[in-house]
């Protein structure tokens, strides 16, 4: 059974930054595109970032390219999502995911997901 664990979430101030980390188990990492989600309240969960099982291809919203960076230790089955310069509107719960296709962005392509943790970045 695949289970992601979300963790590093809190409050920050604007301008400031966080690194968030996705611990998984019960996959095999190195076979799976895992993806970070987020969803601010009355809002629809968006696609933030990912990093492909097919040679390690990152890719972003256009939100958040240029400054959050996803990376992925697979000797630890960890990945992780660094965010800088925070704005407020970055508020959200992130959610961490798992699929197996090569560089999907939607939902409906990530078969596993993880419960979330909260940022929130105060102006």
């Known amino acids: 059974q695949v289970q992601l664990v979300e963790s590093g979430g809190g409050l920050v101030q604007a301008g400031g930054s966080l690194r968030l980390s996705c611990d998984a188990s019960g996959l095999t990492f190195r076979t799976y595109t895992m993806g970070w989600f987020r969803q601010a309240p009355g809002k629809e969960r968006e696609f933030v970032g990912g990093?492909?099982?097919?040679?390690?291809?990152?890719y972003y919203s256009d939100s958040v390219k240029d400054r959050f960076d996803v990376s992925r230790d697979s000797a630890k089955s960890i990945v992780y999502l660094q965010m800088n310069s925070l704005r407020p509107e970055d508020t959200a719960v992130y959610f961490c995911a798992a699929s197996r296709e090569p560089q999907p962005r939607a939902l409906s392509g990530f078969s596993s997901w993880g419960q979330g943790t909260q940022v929130t970045v105060s102006s």
């Open positions: 990093v492909s099982w097919i040679g390690g291809r990152l």
